[in-house]
Nanobody, 119 residues
Framework: QVQLVESGGGLVQAGGSLRLSCAAS????????MGWFRQAPGKEREFVAS????????NYADSVKGRFTISRDNANNTVYLQMNSLKPEATAVYYC????????????WGQGTQVTVSS
């Protein structure tokens, strides 16, 4: 059973930083893309960032480019999202997800961790 568990969320002031972690079990990160998504109150889930299996390719939503950094540690089956210069608009539940090889959609999702940015 694949399980993804996010942690690191919390309450921060605008301009502050947080680092989210996602620990995976049931699968190794090898050959899998990992992504971060978020869902703000009253809004649909949106893509934030992704990183491929060997970390040689990353993608970011335009809204977070230059401020968020995704990384992964395959030896520890963990993916991270470093979030700097946080804005109130970043307030959301953040989810990590796994996309299996050759698939266009994400297959497994974590339970989410709340990030709240105060203004």
């Amino acid at each position: 059973q694949v399980q993804l568990v996010e942690s690191g969320g919390g309450l921060v002031q605008a301009g502050g930083s947080l680092r989210l972690s996602c620990a995976a079990s049931g699968l190794t990160f090898s050959r899998y893309t990992m992504g971060w998504f978020r869902q703000a109150p009253g809004k649909e889930r949106e893509f934030v960032a992704s990183i491929n299996w060997n970390a040689d390719s990353t993608n970011y939503a335009d809204s977070v480019k230059g401020r968020f950094t995704i990384s992964r540690d395959n030896a520890n089956n963990t993916v991270y999202l470093q979030m700097n210069s946080l804005k109130p608009e970043a307030t959301a539940v953040y989810y990590c997800a796994v996309r299996l090889r050759y698939r266009s959609q994400y297959d497994y999702w974590g339970q989410g961790t709340q990030v709240t940015v105060s203004s």
